[in-house]
């Protein structure tokens, strides 16, 4: 695999090995940890992986991984609270480390690209909720749904839109590590 596959690699399968360690690994920060670890061997060993078997290779290194991450935390003799592993930096959380990084023009690009992800109905709540800013009552009296169910349909689209946020910001990261 050249450099430059290692972007598209990441984009496209990125949501699937997260989705495949946390339903292995059922606690999200140890999830995205291993996902990090995958991807980080990817973007170090891309000559030795054939484009073609991309896919089958990066699931063979989640499960690596994840089995990596029980034996460290039985060896330690008891379980690791999320605080304790350690963290790649998140942008949310210290932006200004990342502003650095990205140009406006690659963050607005990254934003237009994860609505584009959108259903139509997850497009149409966003545009209602966060552009329009109507009130949960009347957008749910226009949905044809009550509050609770609005609620919930807010809920997984937040989840969504942070699942698509994470790929994004992933793939954003390795385009510019790449043109350096």
């Not at 054939?50 to 499960?63: C, G, I, K, P, V």
């Not at 609770?148 to 997984?156: G, H, I, K, S, T």
Request: charged share 30%; proline share 3%.
């Amino acid at each position: 695999m050249k450099h430059m596959d290692v972007y598209g690699v990441t984009c496209r399968y990125y949501s699937q090995i997260y989705a495949y360690c946390l339903s292995n690994m059922r606690n999200v920060e140890q999830a995205e940890d291993v996902v990090q670890e995958v991807f980080l061997t990817l973007q170090l060993k891309y000559e030795q992986v054939e484009l073609e078997q991309a896919r089958s290779w990066l699931y063979s290194t989640a499960r690596l991984k994840m089995f990596e991450a029980v034996r460290a935390r039985i060896r330690a003799g008891r379980h690791m609270p999320p605080e304790e592993i350690a963290q790649i930096a998140d942008p949310t959380q210290s932006p200004e480390l990342w502003e650095e990084t990205l140009t406006q023009e690659e963050i607005d690009e990254a934003k237009a690209r994860i609505l584009r992800e959108l259903t139509p109905q997850e497009q149409a709540l966003f545009t209602e909720i966060y552009v329009r800013k109507r009130r949960h009552k009347e957008v749910a009296k226009s949905f044809s749904v009550t509050e609770n169910a609005l609620n919930v349909r807010l809920f997984r689209l937040r989840a969504h839109i942070h699942m698509l946020a994470k790929t994004a910001l992933m793939c954003l990261i390795l385009m510019v590590v790449k043109w350096r």
